[in-house]
């Protein structure tokens, strides 16, 4: 079932709405209970499925700002990492993201900045 996006003519509020039917007709507004709608070009996304994603690789676009030697370089890299992977990440790697943003001794007590 797809969801439409819709603008009231008369008050100009963004409506999000579940079409169950091919055949249904323009909802009203839901703030003024106006008739006249536009229906919208929205974004839409897909998720791959956790098979297609081991076979993923990152884009050109991913890489092209990426400092290794920048903690935060690499947390943005690794934010656009999950985000293109779907959100389907490991265990091992959301732990490695929360000890590149709270520093290696929050997770390791026994850390030694002078080792």
Do not use: I
Not at 2 to 10: G, I, K, V
Not at 73 to 80: C, H
Request: aromatic share 8%.
């Amino acid at each position: 079932m797809p969801l439409y996006e819709y603008r009231c003519e008369d008050c100009r509020h963004l409506s999000t709405v579940l079409v169950r039917s091919w055949s249904a007709t323009a909802p009203a507004c839901r703030r003024c209970g106006g008739a006249k709608l536009t229906r919208l070009v929205s974004r839409f996304a897909f998720h791959r499925s956790w098979g297609e994603s081991l076979n993923w690789t990152p884009s050109g676009e991913t890489l092209s700002d990426m400092n290794e030697d920048d903690p935060e370089s690499v947390d943005r890299f690794m934010g656009r990492l999950r985000g293109e992977m779907g959100g389907q990440v490991s265990p091992e790697f959301d732990r490695m993201h929360e000890e590149l943003r709270e520093g290696p001794e929050a997770s390791d007590p026994d850390w030694d900045e002078g080792a």
